[in-house]
């Protein structure tokens, strides 16, 4: 019995071994088939005798497991955007910043590549995989555990004993040639290649099946190691330490002491990224030093102690053929360029957005110009420039439409607005349906069931004119419609009434008030608590919201004036929406540190620096990353950075220990 037991454990770790020197080392010392020989045998093994299963065995690589909705989880420790540099003289600036906060100590930095797919935070708890999870908005993101399991170079278990909690981040990624497979095997089955590596990696994660996930080559890169209090004094010897745990770490990290040296690797890799496996969009510069990263501290977004570099984005040149016009679900007007299709790095363009009017005018725009295309960040790509020596004489100025393509109504351009926009707010098809779209869509009610051309349809047959309507809908009023049975009738009336269990702040996105966006309806949820004080709450009150600003506001004040949106909001209380916060999730907030300002310096005992920021927080508190005039006190730990000791007694700002925090709150 126990012969058994050790056989399977014996062939657990050899597997293991041979997954590592496969997949993360690329150097086996096993065939293929000697491998699946091994794997075949513990399979057996495991399925005769059930009592020894383990969800980290090498067996469970294969998937199987099927998620149908991936859990919320909140992130222990914030993951954070990039702060972008374009130029050397970005990162010129970067570095002066940093030198005047933390005054003249000689910096180290470290180069990594930029690697271009999904980020993934990894969380093992006595050495094995416990969870991954996405990045989400960076304070909460997707559990996709099962779909990540089958990614062969994250280890399910660690090669060396660690301490019992550890988190890690890493991009998953579908390398080029992997890739290329995929697609080879798509055209011959008579489907649609897949657009690009990136969308195709982060597509992966959420799908339903994870053993399809187990069959794409996809690969995770490592670059940081998370914890509160690290026994380790540099970034570079975090990583290092992660590759020898079992994670895959790529050796084209470099440390550099000079300005001269991170642009000689900017420039090395500029040129050979072509020859990389995978794609990357640029380079990540990051200060080497734990403690002056922990000195430095964030931004609202990103980390003051990185910074990504953007290599120059590739160009295509092609031909203007057309100018269209696009209304969004506010009216705002995009036009759009129709181009001759050109090959634009590995993507076949045609069609580019040249924004507003103005933009066209700036690049001084003509029918049937010789035009240069670029891709950056944005999945669609935009015009540069035009080549003028090319330009044909009878080449036709772009004359701007003044009426909307979709209702005919006059288009308005209101002062230091850069859009046009259709004012036909309530009888524009493409706004109405466009505003009902977008209460749909995921981020906001996520209805299933439902999707865009749904809506257009159901609007098409007068069933809805508004996003309340939908609540109205019958059964027996779908199943008559085109491409419409009883079953998917059925989803969408479930969808439907799913959607009344949504958060208040997603309810109040979906609204589609214009410049409310999920943060800025989410601050709002939180203070107003309820729609009934927002939509009550007078301009001067509102601007005095935190981060709510004039334009904010202005907005809402109009939004709530219009009579038809107030009946709108009306009939969603009516259909049991929720329409304010759920208390008992904010059960143990209080306002008790309202209005005060903290800075936390340094390692706590009583609590780690995270659970310290999010009791501030929890208690009405804010906490900031750099001492000012606007801090009202300093949190020290042990070890507080000299900087800013010296800073918080040159602006005369209390130092506190964290007990004399604890009391405060108590
Ligand atoms: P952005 O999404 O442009 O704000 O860039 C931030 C993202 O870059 C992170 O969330 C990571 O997923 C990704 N990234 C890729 N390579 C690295 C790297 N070497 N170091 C840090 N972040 C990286
Ligand atoms: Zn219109």
């Not at 020894?52 to 294969?62: A, I, K």
């Not at 027996?476 to 009434?497: F, H």
Request: overall charge negative; glycine content about 6%; hydrophobic content about 35%.
């Amino acid at each position: 019995m126990t012969d058994i037991k050790s056989r399977i454990e014996d062939l657990r770790d050899e597997l293991r071994e041979h997954n590592y020197r496969y997949y993360v080392l690329d150097a086996p010392t096993i065939s293929d088939f000697e491998f699946d020989h091994r794997l075949k045998e513990l399979q057996i093994l495991e399925q005769q005798h059930p009592e020894y299963f383990d969800p980290n065995s090498p067996t469970q690589r294969v998937g199987g497991q099927v998620t149908k909705n991936f859990n919320t989880v909140v992130h222990k420790n914030r993951m954070y955007s990039l702060d972008n540099s374009y130029s050397k003289k970005d990162i010129e600036d970067w570095e002066v910043r940093n030198q005047k906060i933390l005054g003249d100590v000689p910096l180290e930095y470290t180069c990594e590549l930029k690697y271009d797919g999904a980020s993934i935070n990894l969380t093992y708890v006595d050495g094995k995989l416990d969870k991954a999870v996405t990045r989400g908005d960076g304070f909460m993101g997707d559990d996709v555990t099962a779909n990540v399991k089958t990614i062969r170079s994250i280890p399910l278990v660690l090669k060396k004993p660690v301490r019992n909690y550890f988190e890690i981040r890493g991009e998953i990624v579908l390398p080029l040639a992997g890739f290329a497979k995929m697609n080879e095997e798509r055209i011959e089955a008579g489907e649609d290649p897949y657009r690009n590596p990136r969308n195709t990696a982060s597509g992966s994660l959420k799908l339903q099946d994870s053993a399809e996930v187990a069959s794409r080559p996809l690969d995770c890169l490592l670059y940081q190691v998370v914890a509160d209090d690290l026994e380790f004094n540099t970034h570079y010897e975090t990583l290092k330490f992660a590759g020898e745990i079992g994670f895959k770490v790529p050796d084209t990290i470099k440390r550099c002491r000079t300005t001269g040296e991170i642009y000689a690797f900017l420039d090395h890799w500029d040129k050979k990224r072509q020859e990389l496996p995978y794609e990357t969009d640029g380079v990540v510069i990051k200060v080497n030093s734990l403690a002056l990263q922990d000195e430095l501290g964030y931004t609202a977004k990103s980390p003051r102690w990185a910074l990504a570099y953007k290599f120059k984005a590739e160009q295509a040149v092609t031909i203007l053929q057309e100018v269209t016009y696009q209304v969004g679900r506010t009216g705002a007007i995009t036009p759009v360029a129709n181009l001759s299709p050109v090959d634009l790095a590995g993507t076949i363009v045609k069609r580019a957005s040249l924004h507003n009017a103005d933009q066209i005018e700036k690049l001084g725009l003509r029918l049937n110009d010789t035009v240069y295309v670029e891709k950056g960040g944005e999945i669609i790509p935009k015009i540069v420039g035009v080549d003028l020596t090319r330009r044909s004489p009878d080449a036709m100025p772009i004359r701007y439409i003044t009426q909307c393509p979709d209702c005919g109504t006059a288009l308005v351009r209101k002062d230091g607005d850069a859009k046009h926009y259709c004012p036909n707010e309530f009888g524009c098809p493409t706004q109405i349906t466009g505003k009902i779209q977008h209460f749909i869509s995921r981020k906001a009610m996520n209805i299933e069931g439902l999707g865009a051309e749904t809506v257009e349809l159901l609007y098409k047959n007068g069933l809805i004119r508004n996003f309340a309507d939908l609540y109205e809908l019958k059964e027996e009023q779908i199943i008559p419609l085109e491409r419409m049975a009883e079953r998917s009738a059925n989803n969408m009336i479930k969808g439907i009434e799913a959607s009344k269990q949504i958060s208040f702040e997603k309810v109040l996105f979906a609204l589609g008030i214009r410049f409310v966006g999920e943060t800025v309806a989410k601050k709002l949820a939180r203070h107003y608590k309820g729609i009934d004080a927002l939509m009550n709450a007078a301009y001067e009150e509102l601007i005095l919201v935190d981060e709510i600003g004039e334009k904010i506001a202005a907005s809402l004040i109009n939004y709530f004036a219009d009579p038809g949106n107030r009946l709108l909001v009306e009939r969603l209380k009516m259909y049991g929406l929720n329409l304010s916060i759920d208390e008992s999730l904010y059960a143990d907030h209080t306002d008790k540190l309202k209005g005060l300002v903290f800075v936390v310096s340094g390692v706590f005992h009583l609590l780690s620096r995270n659970e310290l920021k999010k009791s501030i927080e929890d208690n009405g508190g804010k906490v900031t990353g750099s001492i000012s005039k606007k801090t009202t006190y300093v949190i020290a730990g042990d070890n507080m950075g000299p900087s800013k000791k010296e800073k918080a007694d040159i602006l005369g700002i209390p130092i506190i220990s964290e007990q004399d925090y604890m009391s405060m709150v108590q």
